[in-house]
Nanobody, 118 residues
């Protein structure tokens, strides 16, 4: 029903910036919250940021002041602007979208690798 395509990952030097995006597509659906999660090798997946339909945002303490989540409802796309990147930000970043298409479900993107060199 809903497909998510992530893009924008890559290699960045510490202190640099990167923006990842996640676009949702499908025939007919409504999106509520959109999240970004990340998972480093050998570690638990963690919630990085979340944004509601009306734009209320939530951030993990580790990224507050550095990352900004935003969304374009007309494009069904969520973005994560990452500034002042640190090596510990290195992880696979996944978007998650809560959407209604016949029923409420959570949909996950394929993940995009973000690597920050020291």
């Amino acid at each position: 029903q809903v497909q998510l395509v992530e893009s924008g990952g890559g290699l960045v030097q510490a202190g640099g910036s990167l923006r990842v995006s996640c676009a949702a597509s499908g025939s007919s659906f409504i999106i509520s919250t959109m999240d970004w999660h990340r998972q480093a090798p050998g570690k638990q997946r963690e919630l990085v940021a979340s944004i509601t339909r009306r734009g209320t945002t939530t951030y993990a303490d580790s990224v507050k002041g550095r990352f900004t989540i935003s969304r374009d409802n007309a494009k069904n796309t969520v973005y994560l602007q990452m500034n002042s990147l640190k090596p510990e930000d290195t992880a696979v970043y996944y978007c998650k979208v809560r959407a209604y298409s016949n029923k409420w479900s959570d949909y996950w993107g394929q993940g995009t690798q973000v690597t920050v060199s020291s």
